[in-house]
């Protein structure tokens, strides 16, 4: 049920994005980085079983959603700081 909700959210951000650019909101560059950010999202949620296999052989104890999640608090963190910079 939690996958379907995430893909649901990702489908929802990837159309809100398509509108957006439809209505020249955004930039060509910023709309490629969130389609690709949003597209490895699904992607990452739908093959959350591979993810797990994945964390796992890398010796990681936590389950990949849990990786998952971590990074995307760290690349949050990232875009946080890169607008302040500016």
Known sequence: MQQIIALAVVALMAGRL???????????????????FWL????AVAFLKEVDALVARLGFSGAGIDILFYLGVVFLFYLVAKVRIK
């Open 18 to 36: 398509f509108w957006q650019k439809r209505k020249n909101a955004i930039g060509r560059n910023e709309f490629l980085f969130w389609l690709l």
């Open 40 to 43: 490895l999202s699904g992607l």
